[in-house]
């Protein structure tokens, strides 16, 4: 602290930097938690999604499964090939605290027309599984990636609110209270040679 000039513009100055670190952590507490709030409903709302992902998937494989056994291995490819698994997909960012989030959005194809007369009952059903499966895998990419992202801010902004309590705000008090003693001593010493110039004239009269 040699280095700080130990005076009353400098103490305030030090007050004012303490009272922008501890608004500064208010402020990144109250982020934390809402993300923590956030990351903790987005935890069920994915578990949930993840559980249906895993039932799409079965169903659409036994579907696949029945469709190549009933209607032959190229009927099944030949509508794989000719309907568009999604017809645009849009990617936009979510402002959630202060945090980026990307989130894609699908434009869906509408039901196909496939006749199942042409191609068999059994392929226009695995059709319609496969297309509720790739709804539940976007529900799911876009969940997990924000669990991701909130998870990275949490911590990130954790280890900030730790800096500002841990060590920026102890060194700005400790700088104040250096300033402050100093002051003090300075304060001391001046009213000590007031005294003695007040005797020196006193005893000169």
Known sequence: MSDMSPTRMNLLARRSQR????????????KRDAL??????LVHETLDARR???AAA????????????????????????SVPVVSDVHAHIENVWGTRVAKLDVDWPHESAISPVSVGTRTVVAQSAFQKLSRAMLRVANNESRLRRFGEEI???????????????????????????VLDQQEQEDIFRLRRIKSKIEAQR
């Open 36 to 41: 923590v709030k956030e990351f903790f409903a």
């Open 58 to 81: 079965a169903a659409a494989y036994k579907a696949l499964l029945l469709a190549n056994s009933m209607d032959g291995p190229s009927a099944v490819e030949s509508v794989a090939l």
């Open 19 to 30: 009272g922008l670190a501890l608004r500064g952590v208010d402020l990144l507490q109250k």
């Open 155 to 181: 911590k990130k902004t954790a280890r900030r609110v730790a800096a500002l309590e841990q060590v920026v705000i102890p060194n700005i008090q400790s700088q104040m209270r250096y300033i402050q003693q």
């Open 52 to 54: 249906q992902l895993n």
